[in-house]
């Protein structure tokens, strides 16, 4: 039988996938990762995903969790059972966004988060979603949480990702691509790119949707997401 891990994104927790948990099948006895917290590398994360979860496993990740399922995959490639990629890319970092990145560390370094991460709903949230105030209170309660320290390394470990789109035509686990159709973060592009190299992928497109998929659009995503689950993996 194989096991469901969801893998959250930078500065995410449970709270990522508090609106899927109820709606997986138990049968998969989906649990939510932590690795991100306790390692400074995408390629430490992912080896550890590897090493404390037992059997086959279905990864389920949202952006830089995305980013651990494919590094597991390269790694272990016998293990995975499935891959499901939500908002996510296979690029490695541009030196745009790494100047972009190591300034907003500057910010985190001297304690001022909020400087940052409010001004960031708008481009993690599509505009339909960035004015509902439980929605973006949510989020910036996860993330403001997650403490400086956790900002900071995140960051540092999504800086020094690896590229991704080298193994990813050996893959042959069945997988699942997710994107909303207005993701600033991970724009559509990057979505159709890992798409070509893997032909035999599934993609679905979230509607008025910005890189939150999971938060802001529970309505599409779980069904899709289950829609996969039951295809590829029935109890």
């Known amino acids: 039988m194989s096991h469901l891990v969801l893998l959250p994104g930078l500065a995410c927790d449970e709270r990522l996938w508090e609106a899927q948990q109820p709606a997986l099948p138990p049968a998969l006895?989906?649990?939510?990762?932590?690795?991100?917290t306790r390692y400074d590398t995408i390629e430490g994360m992912a080896a550890a995903v590897l090493r404390e979860n037992a059997g086959p496993l279905v990864l389920c990740g949202a952006s830089m969790g995305g980013m651990v399922a494919m590094e597991a995959a390269r790694q272990a490639p016998e293990r995975i059972a499935g891959l499901a990629l939500?908002?996510?890319?296979?690029?490695?970092?541009?030196p745009e966004m790494f100047t972009l990145r190591e300034g907003?560390?500057?910010?985190?370094?001297?304690?001022?988060?909020?400087?940052v991460i409010e001004p960031n709903v708008y481009f993690a949230f599509h505009p339909a979603q960035a004015d509902d105030e439980v929605l973006v209170r949510c989020y910036l309660d996860m993330v403001l949480g997650s403490g400086a320290?956790?900002?900071?390394?995140?960051?540092?470990?999504v800086m020094r990702r690896p590229d991704a789109r080298p193994h990813l035509p050996a893959l042959r686990a069945p997988v699942l691509l997710m994107c909303g159709d207005d993701d600033k973060l991970a724009p559509p592009e990057f979505t159709r790119e890992m798409a070509a190299l893997m032909p035999h992928a599934e993609v679905v497109w979230v509607p008025q949707c910005g890189h939150m998929l999971t938060m802001e659009k529970p309505e599409v995503v779980n069904?899709?997401?289950?829609?996969?689950?039951?295809?590829?993996?029935?109890?």
């Open 29 to 36: 006895e989906a649990r939510v990762s932590d690795v991100q």
């Open 86 to 94: 939500l908002g996510t890319s296979a690029r490695p970092e541009t």
């Open 104 to 115: 907003a560390i500057e910010f985190f370094e001297r304690g001022e988060l909020r400087e």
């Open 149 to 157: 320290a956790q900002l900071i390394s995140q960051n540092r470990a």
């Open 223 to 235: 069904p899709a997401l289950n829609a996969w689950l039951a295809k590829h993996f029935p109890a």
